[in-house]
């Protein structure tokens, strides 16, 4: 029985790698192929990933530690922050939270590019010169699969609202998803103005039109209100968490959304901005909305957008002089402005993210509502990303 059973061990460990045992210790030199190595552990060896090639030949067995010939030119620190993007090439986790959660979104989910059918990996190749292996990326596809449906432009989205009950929900807002159980939205839309006291209390997500059947409804369990915001005397600091009480199932029409990196510069001139278009004929979906319609906006200077304010008409000026006392914050706001008008009730604006073209990321807020059609005020995502990981990834 016992020798069965060392049998099984040593089989096992010799179908993962390449041979059973080099008897050599962590640390020694090696040799596989001709090719001399380092015993080491698998995490710091990319030759572990090219999957398309013979795994290395094993330098030790202890428990369930295996030790690796790895003749890799340069060790690595840990495999798993390893990303490989079909866009944007091999990218590497550092520690800055929401920046791994996306980096991790782009490997684990079922992004577009991953709907449009292309796969990305590591090819080892041989340095003549100095005797060791090295790698470069390589990315197959580009072609859905039979039966592939257009993916959703924006699964990142989602609608919030309030109710005593599930047949009967006042839809009042728009949010992005973030995390499996968190949802990005403005402050004031907490409490609506017209309904006062009664705070945003369902999600919904996958939402493309009024069929309620492709909708996936979550419980808010609890809101975050960022500290710095006071809705009865502006819309500065305008955002809030809402922490759902089952995670978000993720699927090709339900995903999260990336968060700008403070330490990186990426392309905002341009961004995408859902408007929702009214319907009030329905008498069980009770909100502003009936279909969403993607508005394309510009970037403008703080400058233009303050003098927009001084432009429009006359109510919307005065809204503007009472929330924004000290006109646009350049450091935790943005303008942006639409080539045609749009229905906005705290909804984000997002651009591509800058470590993929497969995914968006949420750049601000919106803390006015209702038609606009020049230039308006938005939350810069970007200046909360602090405070929004110590909720999200604490």
């Known amino acids: 029985m016992y020798k069965v059973l060392i049998f099984s061990v040593c089989l096992s460990v010799c179908l993962s790698f390449v041979t059973c045992d080099l008897d050599k210790e962590e640390g020694e030199d090696c040799e596989w192929d001709g090719i001399k190595g380092k015993c080491v552990h698998p995490s710091v060896c990319l030759t572990t990933l090219d999957k398309r090639r013979a795994k290395p030949p094993v330098c030790s067995q202890k428990g369930d530690e295996t030790i690796i010939c790895c003749t890799d030119c340069e060790l690595v620190n840990d495999t798993s922050n390893f990303i490989i993007s079909p866009s944007s090439g091999v990218l590497w986790k550092d520690g800055r939270k929401s920046r791994d959660a996306c980096l991790q979104y782009l490997k684990d989910l079922p992004h577009k590019c991953r709907q449009e059918g292309y796969y990305a990996g590591l090819s080892r190749k041989l340095d003549e010169e100095k005797k060791c292996?090295?790698?470069?990326?390589?990315?197959?596809?580009?072609?859905?699969?039979?039966?592939a449906r257009v993916p959703s432009e924006n699964?990142?989205?989602?609608?919030?609202?309030?109710?005593?009950?599930?047949?009967?929900?006042?839809?009042?807002?728009?949010?992005?998803?973030?995390?499996?159980?968190?949802?990005?939205?403005?402050a004031h839309r907490l409490n609506a103005s017209s309904i006062p006291d009664r705070p945003l209390t369902y999600v919904a997500l996958g939402v493309k039109?009024?069929?309620?059947?492709?909708?996936?409804?979550?419980?808010?369990?609890?809101?975050?209100?960022?500290?710095?915001?006071?809705?009865?005397?502006?819309?500065?600091?305008?955002?809030?968490?809402?922490?759902?009480?089952?995670?978000?199932?993720?699927?090709?029409?339900?995903?999260?959304?990336?968060?700008?990196?403070?330490?990186?510069e990426f392309d905002t001139s341009k961004a995408k901005f859902t408007s929702w278009l009214r319907n009030d004929s329905d008498p069980i979906i009770k909100g502003p909305f009936d279909s969403p319609h993607v508005v394309e906006l510009r970037e403008f200077t703080a400058e233009e957008c303050n003098a927009n304010m001084e432009n429009v008409d006359p109510l919307q000026s005065y809204i503007y002089r009472i929330y924004l006392?000290?006109?646009?914050?350049?450091?935790?706001?943005?303008?942006?402005?639409?080539?045609?008008?749009?229905?906005?009730?705290?909804?984000?604006?997002?651009?591509?993210?800058?470590?993929s073209r497969c995914m968006n990321t949420v750049i601000g807020i919106s803390p006015f509502d209702?038609?606009?059609?020049?230039?308006?005020?938005?939350t810069k995502v970007q200046h909360f990303v602090s405070w929004i990981e110590s909720i999200v990834w604490p």
């Not at 470069?136 to 699969?145: C, D, E, K, R, T």
């Open 133 to 147: 292996h090295r790698f470069s990326l390589w990315v197959i596809g580009g072609a859905p699969g039979p039966g």
């Open 155 to 186: 699964p990142y989205e989602a609608v919030v609202g309030f109710g005593q009950g599930r047949d009967m929900i006042y839809w009042m807002s728009a949010g992005s998803i973030i995390h499996e159980k968190f949802v990005l939205t403005a």
């Open 209 to 264: 039109n009024m069929d309620r059947s492709t909708w996936e409804i979550h419980n808010v369990t609890k809101i975050h209100v960022h500290p710095d915001y006071d809705g009865d005397q502006s819309r500065y600091n305008d955002i809030a968490l809402l922490e759902l009480e089952t995670p978000i199932s993720f699927n090709r029409d339900v995903l999260p959304a990336c968060l700008p990196d403070p330490a990186e």
């Open 325 to 355: 006392p000290n006109k646009v914050n350049e450091e935790s706001q943005v303008c942006y402005g639409p080539e045609n008008c749009m229905y906005i009730m705290g909804g984000p604006i997002a651009v591509t993210t800058q470590y």
């Open 370 to 378: 209702g038609h606009q059609c020049a230039p308006t005020v938005f």
